[in-house]
């Protein structure tokens, strides 16, 4: 199939390693870098088709499609089946040389239709879908339904602890089926975060010719909470002490996720200091382990005019060492 070479782009053989793969592009990006070659444009065209091609030649899954089709199967929407179909056709079909310029043509009959193409081209364009030039071919035999994409709104402390959530949706038992309601408990993994997907197998579209369904694909969106804030696997969480705490010290009671644990305070702490709670933060998805809790401690001034209080304040004002703005210039 016509293209970009990308094995000759990098100097590389068709059966080259990974690492060797790896190895000429970080050679071919030190001498092509737009940054080594300000200006030049060849340079830089140089440069787009390497990256280009360790993209695809370091992936796998992209080498083996690049491989077996070429750059064409690399195209969004490319059917790697439909390509092979039209192989195995191509084999059975006669040249039909036109005459006077004109183009070849190859005739194929799907479903007892007789449908005409106008070349390769116009046949593989179909492969990603039909278009104006000519028919489009239609798969035989169970097709898998298609996916389904929802979205689901969960509280903060569901995201973090899990839970089941029922949901109600409509589906079809098979096209062109009256919808039916169904009721769906929705298994939520403790630690989900805003935007992680969860996939129900089986229950998105119905499938074709006896094929199964396709499966509901939902995207998690998480209410945010009054108290707590979440940064990966950490929490933060805010929290207000007197006057006297702060310079005594104290020991006070913290919300968690997991019930109210006991914080110890030292004495003069200043507000703004982070304490942290090991273990009481956000389950991580993957390991399980919870992640850690912050505290931020925020001294709070009483909200009063009492004289005694304004007095109290000023007594304080006497230890403070120096003019506390000294060290804030412009």
């Given amino acids: 199939m016509p293209g970009k070479d990308f094995y000759a782009a990098l100097g590389v053989d068709k059966k080259a390693t990974t690492d060797q793969i790896k190895k000429a592009y970080r ?40 491989d077996e089709f070429g750059e064409e199967g690399l195209r969004a929407g490319f059917d790697p089946e439909q390509a092979r179909q039209y192989a195995r056709w191509q084999q059975f079909a006669g040249s039909g040389t036109g005459t006077g310029g004109r183009s070849h043509f190859r005739d194929f009959s799907f479903d007892g239709q007789s449908v005409r193409y ?27 339904g298609q996916d389904v994409e929802s979205s689901l709104e969960v509280d903060f402390v569901t995201a973090v602890r899990g839970g089941t959530t029922r949901i109600s949706m409509q589906s079809q038992t098979g096209p062109g ?24 197998a089986g229950k998105g579209g119905p499938g074709v010719d006896g094929g199964p369904p396709g499966d509901l694909i939902i995207e998690i969106r998480v209410k945010p909470h009054p108290v707590f804030k979440r940064e990966g696997d950490s929490l933060k969480l805010e929290i207000p002490v007197t006057v006297s705490e702060a310079m005594k010290g104290a020991t006070i009671s913290v919300p968690t996720l997991t019930g109210p644990v006991n914080l ?9 200091k982070v304490l942290r709670l090991r273990g009481k933060g956000v389950p991580n998805l993957k390991t399980k382990s919870p992640g850690d809790m912050y505290v931020t401690i925020r001294v709070q001034i009483p909200a009063t005019h009492d004289p005694e209080a304004i007095r109290a ?18």
């Avoid at 110890?264 to 703004?272: D, E, I, L, W």
């Fill in 118 to 144: 106008s070349g390769f081209e116009d046949l593989f364009s179909n492969l990603f879908g039909g278009g104006p030039r000519g028919a489009r071919f239609e798969t035989r035999g169970p097709t898998k």
């Fill in 27 to 66: 050679k071919l990006a030190r001498k092509y870098h737009p940054d080594v070659n300000p200006g030049d444009a060849q340079a830089e065209e140089k440069f787009k088709l390497i990256s280009e091609a360790h993209d695809v030649l370091s992936d796998p899954e992209k080498r083996k499609t690049y």
């Fill in 177 to 200: 089926s009256a919808p039916r309601t169904e009721t769906i408990d929705v298994n939520i993994p403790a630690g989900v975060a805003e935007g992680s997907k969860i996939r129900l």
């Fill in 313 to 330: 304040a000023e007594i304080i004002d006497g230890f403070y060492q120096g003019d506390l703005r000294r060290d804030i210039r412009l």
């Fill in 264 to 272: 110890k305070v030292p004495p003069g702490t200043a507000s703004g």
